[in-house]
């Protein structure tokens, strides 16, 4: 069931698992388990339709200001999402990786991230980033340190708007075309802001664990109707 033109390039913001607790009196780290529970099926529906990278903000770099105990439980469901998703990442031709300055995580889990994408390099049917301590901002410093340690003594004026990407972390990948945010919230949140220059923003007021495919086929359908102009006139 591809779509004649699938975006080829979505990220999401998934916001919500908190409030999706918070309503039915249940902790926000029910609502956390909840959200982690529907990234397999979301997956899957992107790899159905066609979409060959897929960007899921897991973890924001300043999402460290929380709770230790909600920072806690995140690491925790994120090491475990690895570990239970290996087998069928490889089956299902997952490549992931994860974007962000995992230099903060616990050994064990910078191990099992490093394994994990190891282990997942098979020509995929779709990417999977998992953005975790990734910040638009971060990730814009170090692309420009990286460039600096590539080219050291250069001048700075060798870096292009069409040479800059390779040093991002999303390096040979498209800019994302449909970025898509649960939860109610019109924001970025320090997402993908290089990146998402020219995206199709799509909010919904649909709390994060209760997207599920038919929530993704709407947004797509949604996004195949956009008068994409990049600056230029219609060609419609
Ligand atoms: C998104 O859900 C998950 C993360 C930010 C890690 P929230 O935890 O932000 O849920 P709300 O916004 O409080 O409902
Ligand atoms: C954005 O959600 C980060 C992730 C989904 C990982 P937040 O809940 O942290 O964003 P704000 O604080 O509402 O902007
Ligand atoms: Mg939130």
Redesign the pocket.
Known sequence: MHTTHPPQHIAI???GNGRWAKQRHLPRTVGHAKGAGVVHDLVRSCVDLGVPHLTL????T??WQRPSDEVSTLMGLFFQYLEKEMTNMRTEGVRLKVLGDISRFAPELQQRIRDAEADTLNPPNITLNVAANYGGRWDIVQAVQAWQQAHPGADASELTVDNFGQYLSTAGMPDVDLLIRTGG?Y?I?NFLLWQAAYAELYFTDTLWPDFDTQELQKAVTWFADRDRRFGKLSTR
Do not use: K, L, P
């Not at 903000?57 to 924001?60: D, E, G, I, K």
């Open positions: 913001i998934m916001d903000y897991a973890f924001s300043e999402n919230e924001r949140s």
